[in-house]
């Protein structure tokens, strides 16, 4: 079946650092690989998404390069800010099937 | 465009009580998700419903746990009997045609169900 691992969170960084959350992926056939973010107290809003292999989808100055080969989808910031923090989740479907397979989610505190 | 409506956002239960948590999807969209988020860990996939259809329950418990989407108004996922193990997060989700395979869902802000 399929699966999402996540790099264990709390992430706590200053502004301007660099960010990198990693995310690995198990699962059948060729997934399309997502980025949701979750703000406080909202729903998750799709960050940014790439479907096939070596696609990059980038939003908001986040970029996530879709490896097959290391079956992984990182993500990453060059310069965060403060109103980056959230709760962030890698998740994957499976073609003709939008049910997503979503990890435990990384929360990301960044302070001034 | 509306978005994804959940409600209440808020609810609180007694052991035993009933709760019904509502949904109504964005204009134009037909698919609804629902997802539990228990504290501290990531959204769980429960049920996937079409209209007046269930089209995947594999991640719905096989007691208490039922849900639809009539064909007028909104989906609603019940929990009965509930116990304190239901507190959580429910997230409704919505999307316009899943053989376009674009993964994006769009969810609502979520039910708080808090069980005493």
């Known amino acids: 079946g399929n699966s999402v691992t996540q790099m264990e969170g709390p992430v706590t960084l200053s502004e301007e650092a660099f960010l990198t959350i990693n995310c690995t992926y198990t699962?059948?056939?060729?997934?399309?690989l997502f980025w949701y973010v979750q703000y406080p107290g909202e729903g998750l809003q799709l960050l940014l998404k790439a479907t096939k292999a070596d696609d990059k989808g980038s939003n908001k100055g986040f970029e996530a390069t879709y490896r097959k080969e290391t079956t992984s989808f990182h993500l990453e910031k060059g310069s965060v800010q403060v109103s980056d923090s959230a709760v962030y989740f890698c998740a994957l479907s499976n073609f003709g099937n939008e049910k997503l397979t979503f990890g435990t989610g990384t929360r990301l505190t960044i302070i001034p | 465009n509306a978005g994804v409506m959940q409600n209440p956002r808020h609810l609180v239960r007694r052991r035993g009580q009933e709760a019904r948590l509502r949904c109504s999807p964005m204009?134009?969209?037909?698919?609804v998700y629902w997802y539990r988020q228990l504290p501290e860990e990531g959204l769980k996939f429960m049920v996937y419903l079409q209209k007046e259809n269930i089209i995947d329950e594999s991640g719905m418990p096989k007691e208490r746990f039922s849900a639809e989407f009539p064909k007028e108004g909104p989906s609603i996922l019940r929990i009965q009997q509930v116990v304190r193990g239901d507190s959580a997060a429910y997230f409704c989700?919505?999307?316009?045609?899943?053989?376009?395979?674009?993964?994006?869902?769009?969810f609502g802000e979520g039910s708080r169900l808090t069980v005493l």
């Open positions: 699962a059948t056939g060729y997934p399309s």
């Open positions: 989700a919505s999307s316009k045609d899943p053989a376009m395979n674009t993964g994006e869902l769009f």
């Open positions: 204009k134009g969209h037909s698919h």
